[in-house]
């Protein structure tokens, strides 16, 4: 028993230091599909992760791998420094996870479902007690103690859910989109709640659809049919040669009849790409594009133009961007 | 040190999580009493009316009599078949086509046609001929129809054939044991007990867990520390207890109102009750990971109690099933469980003659875990 600790906590050692997560080469194969193709991660203590990507790009693969519920078909991973193929128990031990359902019990109180969850990982008597008090403080939920969770809104729930997920006081915490379907203000609230635990040491890693929550992040990641395609902080990723290629510019077109405006614009000479944001075009086009020849021509399609002005990339446009790129050899790997 | 080294043992019991996965049942059992009562509900109607309403015994099968012969002989035989108490003489009738429309019309299941020679056939020292029709359309009813029949016809013989004082030189006199009146709550009764426990662990434990499936809160569990076998264990506990309340209380309505004897050990029926729960764990989680909605779950729950209810030799006697199906019946984890317990209650068997039925039923457990075990691992767990 204790030479088997001692293999196990030399095991532990042999994370690369200082990484929260540390993954390398991570492939995950379903029948002859790869799901993930040689995925490396490093996110650091602390950081606030925000793993990107369309839906069944393979997001929660990764996330089912480093939390050791799927095998990996190669590659190797560490997380809180324990090696997930060794150690899955150890790693579960550590980490809270929230999925994007709501998964508490909904015939259970508030309470009910903390004690729990606390139990579970092993809180006991005064420690739980202890544990659920501070929880429910930082949380805000002591007017609610006594409910039972199905009779909670959703910005409470995900609240619940969250405060379950910490009751143990892990280090890492996976949450898979955990803003999913809760109005602006709880979403407000919750990525508050996820900036303090992160100033306290906690390391997140969260899966999201929302460019505004990506922003917040300090370190991105995007994934794109099984393949990491950006990896930085969100600074890093705008200022990629894909985003802003040299000899082009972003420009904002803000103009009435915006779907025929675009067509008409997608058509031009000079115009790389265009998409569409809220009322205006958002393009990439060449430095020497003239605007005012624009102007004219869009004129004359009976289409004035009300605004034109040079943009930063937005993290929106460079996940556009890298998906364009990506497009053409963007299929799953298989065998 | 100390405490790392406790904490490694923590994770390394395979059980963890068992308790709070109770806690936690509990409270949805407590919150949601309408499943259990809807698991309990069948078993009780099956109660009720196999002990009450089911007589399988055949009595008073109504009969039609032509008796064209009309003497004192004729008269006779009739009488013997009234006092056999299988038939029940409702009509006489005054021709064939009359004998034949009343079988059709299905006011009687039997007729009887005795022929205008009955008796001159008796005087004449040759052979009388009794025509008896029967209903065939239920096997059961002709069964016994034609049993009687036939033993009052050789009675009848004997008794004309032999001088008045001789007795009859052999007398085979049945003696049924165990269930001397062959009641049917004797019968029924201790085979209940199987399909109520199949009921209660495979059913309920199989939806508790396609539940959580259904709710998404499986996964989350997953992602704790909680061990598979705490999981299950820990679903299967709660429905267990309830499932030997419901066994109690079964035993208890038995011995009282329906007035069933119980030969053997109470205890020793407990005891071997176990391993059947175990393969009923194993059917559960087989379900369980397989069915992905509530209503699955019950569907398939239902390909399991079905086999359990007509070949486990509950209601039809497996030593009369074509082959196919007396051998598909070694496969039904009730067969086994049905002699256990009618052994115990009727026969009053012990351990020295139920011991292969436990063993096998505790080899097929093991299988079935294994195989539901692996099959959760990879269809539930890694997907």
Known sequence: MKNETQKQGGAAGAGPNGAAIHAQGLVRRFGDVVAVNGVDLRVGQGEVFGFLGPNGSGKTTVIKMLTGLLPLSSGEAWVDGLDVRRDAEGVRERIGYMSQKFSLYDDLTVTENMTFYGSIYGLRNARLKQRMEATIELNGLEPYVDRQAGKLSGGWKQRLALGCAMLHEPKMMFLDEPTAGIDPVARRQLWDLIFELSGHGVTFFVTTHYIDEAERCSHVGYIYYGKMIADGTPEELKALPDVRPAGTKRVEITAPEITRALRLARAMDGIRTATVFGQAIHALVEEHFDLSEMRRELAGHGIHVTEVRELEPSLEDVFVELTYKHKETGKWATE | ?383
Do not use: C
């Open chain 2, 1 to 383: 040190m100390v405490s790392a080294i406790k904490e490694k043992m923590k994770q390394a019991n395979p059980f963890r999580g068992f308790r709070s996965i109770v806690y936690k049942e509990v409270l949805h059992i407590r919150r949601d009493f309408m499943t259990v009562f809807f698991a309990m509900f069948i078993p009780t109607v099956q109660m009720i009316v196999l002990g009450f309403g089911i007589d399988t015994n055949i009595r008073q099968v109504d009969t039609v009599v032509f008796d064209e012969n009309g003497k004192k002989e004729s008269r006779e035989l009739i009488d013997r078949l009234r006092n056999s108490d299988t038939f029940r003489i409702r009509e006489y009738v005054h021709s064939d086509a009359e004998l034949n429309d009343a079988i059709v019309g299905g006011r009687a299941k039997v007729g009887v046609k005795i022929p205008y020679d009955y008796s001159r056939q008796l005087l004449d020292r040759s052979t009388a001929q009794v025509l008896v029709l029967i209903d065939g359309s239920d096997s059961s009813v002709a069964g016994q129809a034609i049993n009687v029949a036939t033993s009052i016809g050789f009675e009848e013989s004997l008794r004309r054939a032999l001088p008045l004082r001789y007795a009859i030189p052999v007398e085979v006199r049945p003696k049924l044991l165990f269930n001397p009146d062959s009641r049917s709550p004797n019968f029924f009764l201790p085979g209940l007990v199987a399909v109520l426990l199949l009921f209660f662990t495979a059913f309920l434990t199989a939806l508790a867990i396609v539940r959580e499936k259904e709710r998404g809160t499986l996964e989350q569990l997953f992602v704790t520390p909680v061990r598979p076998l705490g999981l299950l264990l820990g679903k299967l506990v709660p429905y267990f207890v309830i499932g030997v309340m419901g066994l109690s209380g079964l035993l208890f309505f038995m011995r009282t109102v329906f007035q069933v004897p119980i030969a053997g050990h109470v205890l020793l029926l407990y005891a071997l009750a176990m391993p059947y729960l175990f393969v009923n764990l194993s059917i559960g989680l087989l379900i369980s990971s397989r069915a992905r909605t509530q209503p699955e779950a019950m569907q398939l729950s239902m390909m399991v109690i079905l086999p359990t209810i007509f070949f486990s030799g509950y209601i039809f006697p497996r030593e009369t099933m074509p082959l196919p199906f007396y051998i598909f019946s070694f496969f039904v984890p009730g067969t086994y469980f049905v002699n256990i317990s009618r052994g115990i209650i009727l026969r009053g068997a012990g351990i020295e003659h139920l011991w292969h039925d436990g063993v096998v039923l505790l080899v097929m457990g093991v299988l079935l875990l294994l195989a539901a075990a692996k099959r959760f691992q990879k269809k539930v767990i890694a997907t």
